[in-house]
């Protein structure tokens, strides 16, 4: 069973910055892709960047040149970062991050339990 834990949300003015982390610990397999997705209120959830175990990450438009995916490898535990600048109204939501678990036949997913963003004047 892989625990997913995230931090970083918080309360941020237009234009400002915030940094998500997701920690990935428990897998006895690989650790695929990592990513974050978001939720705001009454839409669906949505893509906004993933990475894989090879670092090649990918970015939904809304957030291209504004937010970064990175991912840092340990021993027994997996880091995703989400460097978010220029922050907008409208990516006030819910942040949740997703890992993929790699078996021997499959995958697993898992979900963290989300970190709100609010981006207000």
């Known amino acids: 069973q892989v625990q997913v834990v995230e931090s970083g949300g918080g309360l941020v003015q237009p234009g400002g910055s915030l940094r998500l982390s997701c920690v990935a610990s428990?897998?006895?397999?690989?650790?695929?892709?990592m990513g974050w997705y978001r939720q705001a209120p009454g839409k669906q959830r949505e893509l906004v960047a993933t990475i894989n175990s090879e670092h090649t990450a990918d970015y939904a438009d809304s957030v291209k040149g504004r937010f970064t995916i990175s991912r840092a490898n340990a021993k027994k535990t997996v880091t995703v970062y989400l460097q978010m600048d220029s922050l907008e109204l409208e990516d006030t939501a819910i942040y949740y991050c997703?890992?993929?678990?790699?078996?021997?036949?499959?995958?697993?997913?898992?979900w963290g339990q989300g970190t709100q963003v609010t981006v207000s004047s």
């Open positions: 997703h890992v993929e678990e790699l078996l021997t036949r499959g995958w697993n997913d898992y």
């Open positions: 428990g897998s006895t397999y690989e650790i695929n892709a």
